[in-house]
């Protein structure tokens, strides 16, 4: 197995420092890709540092400067924990089909009646105290790691669309070809932090291999983190070992390199193929993000209140579950509150309900100090329409608003998750982009108050050209690639076109102009070894 | 001058109390008109109440139960109102056109030099004092009076768009039709509070006499509180004195029936037109709204506390004339932040600066004691699509979590405010409706934490038909009228329309089955009679 980035980071010390060129390198790319543009010469990594730099490298994740929105008092809250804490001690909560979480359970105290568990006040709080209030997950490109935890904010793609839909072509099945464009797009965005997972659902790929495909298209095209599969324990078991192919056995043994997202089976159960996953994740030293998702009437009662006490219970059972498997291991305090049409019967996504009960579940997250994923950019709409952006944006501000540290479903989320659209992807992406603005919140200092630009301009007159504005205007203004800000007759002669049609032009652009970041040969060929002998020990199977 | 309102209100608390018939008659109208519905038997009354539920009263306005979203710390917040201090200490605000309000600054103990007038730290704050933290609005009918300041919040449309536009029809001028248009579809719909001012500009009627027929059609064709004019002193006490005929006199003395709303000429001009608008309502005991209107980078400094610090000198200002012209008088802490397209020099409205600058303003406000109106449904796009949403929903959230009490700006607002749409009104005031629900934050009680539901479900079951399902569903989720939840198939089916066809029919229904609230005749007839003398006494003039 090749020794990859562990390896490259412990070379990197040792190394001489040349000047600029390797710095700049350093931040685009592996040690190794930057040693061969050394040697093809100075005018083609002058292009491809400019190709980087016009895909614009943006920040490796946001820090938060304004404080999460805390809606509820100390009151409210601790009768949520403790309804949580009376369903994990009097109704508990059944894992099936895993043995050896059962066995886990039994150790640390639970009481166990069959699949049944239930817990005594406080043990799950306890066995939580292992887990790391933050972490960070690596990315093969050091530049793009992203810390999960604290004030840190990280962006990434929707997860898990059997469909995805653009304007050209309509609805469709997912295939390999989509999914490694939706991983390029995402590279291409300088909003956008992290690569994602089950970005779509590749069908044209037997289900069995799909993981090994998925997991292949991050790395190839991404230089940025991201999640490995959790569809079955073998699944996520060569997740965590192409992983250890990019980034060395030792260095994954000891750092997060790779996210698995698993699910409740809400209400109250635990199903084996997730605490395997879990577990497998978890054993690795590799993040497990824990989300319920529950439908409230459905999988939950219709009441917030009732659907976050369970959210909590169920959550911090999971997050106690990989304490257990490896005490210590990062783990994701994870969440997916939704409501229904209770004319219909649907689903309904980015509805205000789950939105305020985002707030919610952030300051329960935050009192138990662990990392939070929540909410996101969610909608029912089947377009990239007036509908979709106004359920995904107040969704989307739930998101920050609530202190989540890892956004998923950031962009492309569309018809409550069956699809993922191109339009919305880079709606979203761009969206994504006004948040690093405005999660910087309102700086203060001399330069900002801008007393002397007063005394320069005076009453009635403007600040255009004043020494204030010349010298501050470059960095004075988030500047979206999709709103459309002339006047309404030079918009009218230029077309009348409307958002999704300029997001349309937007995303094939970005595909045109995609680049590759590079990646080192020897840790491509092993990868593809790898991906060949797995397959080629398995006939496909399509379930 | 008819007695009006104020006789109505003496009288009705001698009214013998005969029974529920009366209560919800005084709540869908005045007690002469329920009165005349008595009268005319049991059926029409019937079949009106039935109208006026099934047009959905709504609340009021909003009590919040959620806190304002604080994101500043106490020593930026002092460092920001240090800063304002010294702009009104040291550089001064002109006040051009209006000697009485060079008088009350002399007699007030400010420093006049010509029209440049400069305050002494603490000295508007001392004026301030006499202005009410809240006050009641009220509307023709008292059950849609609107309480401003505290935690309440209330909706209004938007204000001042000199062209309309539908999907039908496009762009156009605005008319007298198309302003008693959006009157009508703000009187429909139960989640807009207040029927606004100049919704649009009836260019079709002369620029000396709108002001006449927009009060008119506030009160013909609502029952909800409104606002008059300010583009000159006379049109603004045309509008107060049409407002007397509806309250009365002596009603009017003692209470606010009316709002005016009044732009500072930023940076630190007040212009004569402004001041003596604000003059006449302060002096009649009605609200002035002042506001500043800051584009970073024009009227004001690119750094947003510079800007800030900016609005709260020029506000706190105009908000201090009103209590020297009159002390006591109810007065609002305005605000307008916007920021521009420094490729292009347009202005940008909904983008991120000003609504994260919103939740700051909102501090400062409330550290004033004053009720606030800030933010709203703002956007530069040119139609109600996936742009328009995105920046009016962020923008209308940073309006709801800065605490505003009063929104302007809530439905309609296309093109940075040069067009109201029909279309994108219904989606605001559907998403209005949307904020209802947010704003009751999470509810926690023994029904909401539901743990009876747990009990009766257990691990692994649906809630669907649980007890406690069955005793929530109703008021459970909001129900949005302008999102499609339904399957993409069954969507598909019905022809694939995005939200804007959706709200399309949805206006067009609604002014279809539009129904005048009642009016008393008497109240009507003196309306009538002013407007024509007005009319007859001056020629039209189109300036």
Same mark, same amino acid.
């Given at each position: 197995?090749?020794?990859?980035?562990?390896?490259?980071?412990?070379?990197?010390?040792?190394?001489?420092?040349?000047?600029?060129?390797?710095?700049?390198?350093?931040?685009?790319?592996?040690?190794?890709?930057?040693?061969?543009?050394?040697?093809?010469?100075?005018?083609?990594?002058?292009?491809?540092?400019?190709?980087?730099?016009?895909?614009?490298?943006?920040? /490796?994740?946001?820090?938060?400067?304004?404080?999460?929105?805390?809606?509820?008092?100390?009151?409210?809250?601790?009768?949520?924990?403790?309804?949580?804490?009376?369903?994990?001690?009097?109704?508990?909560?059944?894992?099936?089909?895993?043995?050896?979480?059962?066995?886990?359970?039994?150790?640390?105290?639970?009481?166990?009646?069959?699949?049944?568990?239930?817990?005594?006040?406080?043990?799950?709080?306890?066995?939580?105290?292992?887990? /790391?209030?933050?972490?960070?997950?690596?990315?093969?490109?050091?530049?793009?790691?992203?810390?999960?935890?604290?004030?840190?904010?990280?962006?990434?793609?929707?997860?898990?669309?059997?469909?995805?839909?653009?304007?050209?072509?309509?609805?469709?099945?997912?295939?390999?070809?989509?999914?490694?464009? @939706?991983?390029?797009?995402?590279?291409?965005?300088?909003?956008?932090?992290?690569?994602?997972?089950?970005?779509?659902?590749?069908?044209?790929?037997?289900?069995?291999?799909?993981?090994?495909?998925?997991?292949?298209?991050?790395?190839?095209?991404?230089?940025?983190? !991201?999640?490995?599969?959790?569809?079955?324990?073998?699944?996520?078991?060569?997740?965590?070992?192409?992983?250890?192919?990019?980034?060395?056995?030792? @260095?994954?043994?000891?750092?997060?390199?790779?996210?698995?997202?698993?699910?409740?089976?809400?209400?109250?159960?635990?199903?084996?193929?997730?605490?395997?996953?879990?577990?497998?994740?978890?054993?690795?030293?590799?993040?497990?993000?824990?989300?319920? !998702?529950?439908?409230?009437?459905?999988?939950?009662?219709?009441?917030?209140?009732?659907?976050?006490?369970?959210?909590?219970?169920?959550?911090?059972?999971?997050?106690?579950?990989?304490?257990?498997?490896?005490?210590?291991?990062?783990?994701?305090?994870?969440?997916?509150?939704?409501?229904?049409?209770?004319?219909?019967?649907?689903?309904?996504?980015?509805?205000?309900?789950?939105?305020?009960?985002?707030?919610?579940?952030?300051?329960?997250?935050?009192?138990?100090?662990?990392?939070?994923?929540?909410?996101?950019?969610?909608?029912?709409?089947?377009?990239?329409?007036?509908?979709?952006m106004n359920e995904g944006t107040m969704s989307m501000l739930?998101?920050?608003?609530?202190?989540?540290?890892?956004?998923?479903?950031?962009?492309?989320?569309?018809?409550?998750?069956?699809?993922?659209?191109?339009?919305?992807?880079?709606?979203?992406?761009?969206f994504?982009?006004?948040?690093?603005?405005?999660?910087?919140?309102?700086?203060?200092?001399?330069?900002?108050?801008?007393?002397?630009?007063?005394?320069?301009?005076?009453?009635?007159?403007? @600040? @255009?050209?004043?020494?204030?504005?010349?010298?501050?205007?470059?960095?004075? !203004?988030?500047?979206?690639?999709?709103?459309?800000?002339?006047? !309404?007759?030079?918009?009218?002669?230029?077309?009348?076109?409307?958002?999704?049609?300029?997001?349309?032009?937007?995303?094939?652009?970005?595909?045109?102009?995609?680049?590759? /970041? /590079?990646?080192?040969?020897?840790?491509?060929?092993?990868?593809?070894?790898?991906?060949?002998?797995?397959?080629?020990?398995?006939?496909?199977?399509?379930?």
């Amino acid at each position: 197995m090749h020794s990859g980035f562990a390896d490259y980071c412990c070379r990197k010390r040792t190394l001489p420092q040349t000047g600029k060129g390797l710095v700049m390198d350093v931040a685009a790319g592996t040690e190794s890709s930057a040693a061969r543009r050394r040697e093809r010469g100075g005018r083609t990594a002058r292009r491809e540092q400019r190709e980087h730099s016009s895909q614009g490298l943006g920040r /490796p994740y946001i820090v938060r400067n304004i404080p999460a929105y805390d809606v509820l008092s100390e009151e409210n809250l601790v009768r949520i924990e403790e309804t949580a804490d009376r369903i994990l001690e009097e109704i508990g909560i059944e894992f099936r089909d895993d043995a050896q979480a059962l066995e886990h359970w039994k150790r640390a105290g639970a009481r166990v009646d069959g699949v049944l568990v239930r817990f005594e006040k406080g043990l799950l709080r306890d066995i939580l105290k292992t887990a /790391p209030a933050s972490f960070t997950q690596h990315a093969r490109n050091p530049a793009r790691s992203v810390e999960i935890g604290g004030r840190s904010v990280v962006f990434s793609p929707a997860y898990g669309s059997p469909f995805v839909m653009d304007l050209d072509r309509g609805r469709r099945y997912g295939t390999i070809e989509d999914f490694r464009n @939706f991983v390029k797009l995402a590279q291409s965005s300088p909003w956008l932090h992290h690569s994602g997972g089950t970005i779509c659902e590749p069908v044209d790929v037997p289900v069995n291999k799909r993981h090994l495909d998925m997991v292949y298209a991050h790395i190839r095209y991404s230089d940025r983190a !991201f999640m490995g599969s959790v569809t079955a324990e073998d699944r996520a078991e060569d997740s965590i070992a192409m992983a250890r192919i990019v980034f060395g056995e030792r @260095f994954t043994e000891e750092n997060c390199v790779i996210l698995g997202n698993v699910n409740v089976n809400s209400p109250l159960v635990w199903d084996g193929t997730m605490t395997l996953a879990l577990r497998a994740y978890a054993r690795a030293n590799q993040a497990a993000v824990i989300v319920p !998702f529950i439908l409230g009437g459905a999988m939950g009662p219709v009441t917030n209140a009732g659907a976050i006490a369970q959210s909590l219970a169920e959550t911090m059972a999971g997050c106690a579950l990989t304490q257990l498997e490896r005490p210590g291991a990062p783990v994701i305090f994870g969440n997916f509150l939704s409501s229904m049409s209770l004319r219909s019967g649907s689903p309904t996504f980015g509805t205000p309900e789950p939105a305020i009960g985002s707030m919610v579940v952030g300051q329960l997250a935050r009192r138990l100090g662990l990392p939070l994923r929540c909410s996101g950019n969610f909608t029912t709409s089947k377009l990239p329409d007036a509908h979709a952006m106004n359920e995904g944006t107040m969704s989307m501000l739930a998101a920050v608003h609530c202190g989540a540290n890892f956004i998923l479903h950031s962009a492309g989320f569309l018809d409550g998750l069956l699809s993922m659209s191109y339009e919305k992807f880079v709606m979203d992406a761009d969206f994504c982009g006004a948040l690093h603005t405005y999660l910087d919140g309102v700086k203060v200092d001399d330069n900002q108050l801008a007393l002397d630009a007063f005394r320069e301009v005076g009453p009635g007159n403007h @600040f @255009f050209g004043s020494a204030h504005t010349l010298a501050n205007y470059e960095t004075a !203004f988030w500047d979206s690639g999709i709103a459309d800000n002339d006047s !309404f007759e030079k918009w009218e002669a230029a077309g009348s076109e409307d958002a999704a049609t300029r997001a349309n032009r937007r995303w094939k652009r970005a595909l045109a102009e995609y680049q590759p /970041p /590079p990646l080192d040969e020897a840790i491509d060929d092993a990868l593809q070894d790898f991906i060949a002998k797995k397959k080629a020990d398995a006939p496909d199977a399509w379930y």
